[in-house]
């Protein structure tokens, strides 16, 4: 009886050390992970002037990542911003604006879907957020900036980020003319660089 309860003991044990610590070193990742994103930061090209962005990684880490990856490896580069509202956002971000077809615009993405991570930042001026269909878990690579104060979005859009220079290139962008669809009547392609 008492051997088998050792036995039983040591069993526990060893799951113990097998397991736990790989769990907190895995913890210890995602901190530390997250802890880096915070200092990258991005800046949108285009040709009225950048747009420098910062991070809000423990809000949102997954879109965060996401929105990091695609800019690595030039997903966003020759994209356009393909909805101006004024008083409202400008939208970019999505693959299908680098080609000719402009019905298609706006229904582009990466493949890959975002799960929601609704949190408390309000969309206030400055904020980066991200697009999605009326699925919560939609969002892919379309993205954008909240021009004018609007709490309407709050907990229905992921906010991810902010802009910390260049608002005037966002209201320069926001006030070109467009048409009955918000698509600008000229091309605002853009260039993304991660700075890390």
């Known amino acids: 009886m008492v051997v088998k309860k050792t036995v039983r003991y040591l069993v526990a044990v060893f799951f113990m050390l097998a397991f736990f610590p790989a769990a907190g070193r895995g913890a210890d990742k995602e901190v530390r992970e997250v802890k880096d994103l915070k200092k990258v930061r991005a800046v949108i090209e285009t040709r009225f002037g950048e747009i420098e962005l ?24 020759g994209t356009i911003f393909h909805r ?20 298609t615009y706006g229904l582009g ?3 890959s879907k975002v799960n ?18 009326s699925d919560p878990n939609s969002a892919g690579s379309q993205f954008f900036i909240v021009v004018k104060d609007s709490p309407s979005l709050d907990r229905q859009y992921t906010v991810f980020g902010e802009v910390t220079k260049g608002m005037d290139v966002a209201d320069k ?13 000229e091309r605002v392609e853009i260039k993304v660089r991660i700075i890390e």
């Open 116 to 133: 929601a991570e609704f949190n408390e930042i309000p969309h206030k001026r400055g904020i980066l957020s991200m697009a999605r269909s």
């Open 109 to 111: 993405g990466p493949g």
């Open 54 to 77: 910062k991070f809000f990684p423990d809000a949102a880490p997954n879109h965060v990542r996401n929105f990091v990856k695609l800019a690595k490896e030039g997903f966003y580069d």
């Open 173 to 185: 962008i926001v006030a070109l003319p467009r048409d009955s669809r918000d698509m600008p009547d």
């Open 84 to 103: 101006v509202i004024p008083g409202f956002v400008i939208q970019g971000g999505d693959p299908n604006t680098k080609g000719p077809d402009r019905s």
